[in-house]
């Protein structure tokens, strides 16, 4: 592969029933693509956790993964509210998600943290009331 691929996905705001496609359509991507198993399980966790936490938190973004020999870069962008403590959002059970949430079985407080438990580097680039972008890499 000499020049990197890139799949764009738009993740739906406040849609549970559409949350997980972008998860979905990598997984299927990378497996075409003959990468390991266990990298494409890290990276379909990474991916679903931060569609969800863009589902229940920011309305929406996108998501954008790049393939290239070496790594695979995954890029989540939205305009939520922010995080107002990434210390704080990083604990385990953590969650500012409502009770409503709560009760479709989301909101656990495990989407960040398990964002970078399966990837090898993970930024979080936030400013609150402006928007969230999180970079994450699993190196092949």
Same mark, same amino acid.
Request: hydrophobic share 40%; charged share 20%; aromatic share 4%.
């Given at each position: 592969m000499s020049e990197p691929l890139i799949f764009h996905f738009d993740v739906d705001g406040e849609n549970f029933a559409s949350a997980g496609q972008a998860s979905t359509q990598v /997984? /299927? $991507?990378? #497996?075409?693509?003959? *990468? +390991? =198993? =266990?990298?494409? #399980? #890290?990276? &379909? @966790? =990474?991916?679903?956790e931060g569609e969800i936490n863009m589902v229940i938190?920011? $309305? !929406?973004?996108?998501?954008?993964?790049? *393939? &290239? %020999?070496?790594?695979? %870069?995954?890029?989540?962008?939205? /305009?939520? +509210? !922010?995080? +107002? $403590? @990434?210390?704080? =959002?990083?604990? %385990? !059970?953590?969650s500012t998600a409502t009770d409503q949430i709560r009760s479709l079985g989301f909101g656990a407080g495990m989407g960040l943290p398990n964002m970078k438990r399966y990837t090898d580097t993970m930024e979080i680039d936030t400013m609150v009331g402006v928007g969230t972008t999180i970079t994450m890499y699993v190196y092949l």
């Open positions: /997984k /299927k $991507n990378l #497996r075409q693509l003959g *990468v +390991p =198993a =266990a990298t494409i #399980r #890290r990276v &379909s @966790i =990474a991916m679903y938190h920011a $309305n !929406g973004g996108t998501a954008d993964v790049i *393939v &290239s %020999e070496d790594y695979i %870069e995954i890029i989540l962008a939205d /305009k939520g +509210p !922010g995080i +107002p $403590n @990434i210390e704080q =959002a990083m604990q %385990e !059970g953590f």
